[in-house]
């Protein structure tokens, strides 16, 4: 059975998307209202998200290749949030012209807490002047300040600083973006300052490294990460992304024995795109496999999920890593950013014992997490590479998009 989700403005735009690709036949499985949130949320519609099945045997008539490796309209990202994820070279004028609108809404939004917070400051002045208003009462009105908050003379910085502490991003490294604007003048414009952050952001977060074709065939390129992150369809959205819009040759390699699923998964996604897969149990298979693909650009290799904390099975997928000798390989660390932050910096400790990686996200569109890509990020000093938000294949995979982020953890993107 094929399940997919559909996101729209109403109930009959998502039942046309419905019906436009899975057909008459389609079982619509759950329908729910999904309202906005976020600090942008009086400038957002509630949207409609259609969940539908249909049964395999028909969804094979129904659909052809291209359709089961294209995305289904989820407009639930918008076609911004899609295109936010395109190659940074993509991203020019169209992204300059996005962010300066955000921080003025930003800027706009600021002022407006900045005048309540004064207007609430004026009020709590004028109860603790009277003779009726208590300590007690005026304690319980009175905002709570962090002693450490106390330092930031400016209102514009502190309201920034709770934003990000708002989307996840650890605390110390909030202050590491404000220290340098926390004893600017309250006189600067706000835009001023939110440049100012924005763009030390997207410095911290630095420069993304996606995958590149070696050049002496093959380049390995191994996804590896703990159970339930997604690293199958990460990685089929992956190969099939460089195969179908890059044109390489590459083979499919499976060394997830443990699950019984994971095989026949693999297999389907190397039978819609007619490229070889491969099952591999040794190190000596895995470098075999090698040897008989060498003319292919890329040999991707799903590795089974890992516990961080079981020492044998860390010490069988080194042997495995290890066993690709003479070829070009990458690794990619897939972790969900649904999975909470000591977790992931635990996780990812213990891959740093084995080897060199580079971090992937997936599961965006299920948390507003955010801060933790830049968290992982300042924390390991890995390089980033893809972010996943869906189980379409090859649609829902896209470049990290610095932009993109510093304005998610800003609260101006959508």
Not at 371 to 378: M, P, R, S, V
Request: hydrophobic residues 35%; glycine residues 4%; aromatic residues 6%.
């Amino acid at each position: 059975m094929i399940i997919k989700k559909y996101n729209a403005k109403t109930k009959e735009e998502a039942m046309l998307m419905v019906k436009d690709e899975l057909g008459p036949d389609a079982i619509v499985m759950n329908i729910k209202t999904i309202s906005p949130k976020g600090l942008f949320s009086i400038f957002k519609k509630s949207r409609v998200e259609v969940t539908a099945a249909i049964d395999d045997s028909i969804s094979e008539k129904k659909l052809d290749t291209n359709k089961v490796l294209t995305v289904s309209k989820n407009e639930e990202h918008g076609s911004d949030f899609i295109k936010g994820f395109a190659s940074s070279t993509n991203y020019s004028d169209d992204a300059k012209n996005a962010i300066e609108e955000k921080i003025n809404n930003i800027a706009l939004l600021l002022e407006e807490q900045m005048r309540l917070k004064e207007e609430q400051e004026k009020k709590l002045s004028a109860m603790a002047a009277s003779k009726e208003f208590s300590k007690e009462l005026y304690e319980k009105e009175a905002p709570i300040v962090k002693e450490e908050e106390k330092t930031i003379d400016n209102k514009v910085v502190e309201l920034v600083k709770e934003q990000l502490l708002d989307n996840e991003v650890l605390e110390n490294h909030a202050d590491g973006i404000i220290r340098e604007f926390a004893s600017e003048s309250g006189n600067v414009p706000i835009d001023n300052i939110l440049s100012k952050v924005y763009q030390k952001i997207v410095l911290k977060l630095g420069e993304i490294k996606p995958l590149q074709a070696s050049e002496s065939k093959p380049k390995i390129v191994f996804f590896v990460g703990n159970t339930g992150v997604g690293k199958t369809t990460t990685m089929a959205k992956l190969a099939s992304k460089v195969m179908l819009e890059e044109k390489k040759k590459i083979a499919m390699v499976s060394v997830d024995t443990y699950r019984i699923a994971a095989i026949d998964q693999i297999k389907t996604y190397a039978n819609i795109l007619s490229v070889p897969m491969e099952v591999v149990y040794t190190p000596e298979e895995m470098m075999n496999v090698v040897e008989k693909h060498k003319d292919c650009d890329y040999i991707f290799v799903d590795t089974a999920g890992r516990s961080h904390r079981n020492e044998e099975q860390k010490r069988d997928l080194k042997e495995i890593v290890d066993s690709v000798k003479d070829y070009e390989k990458e690794i990619y660390l897939v972790v969900s950013a649904t999975v909470k932050y000591n977790d992931l910096k635990s996780i990812s400790k213990t891959y740093d014992d084995m080897f060199s990686y580079k971090l992937i996200f997936t599961k965006l569109d299920e948390t507003r997490g955010w801060g933790n890509i830049l968290n992982l990020k300042l924390d390991t000093g890995k390089d980033l590479s893809y972010v996943t938000w869906g189980q379409n294949v090859p649609d829902d995979i896209g470049e990290v998009n610095p932009q993109i982020i510093a304005k998610k953890l800003l609260g101006g993107a959508n």
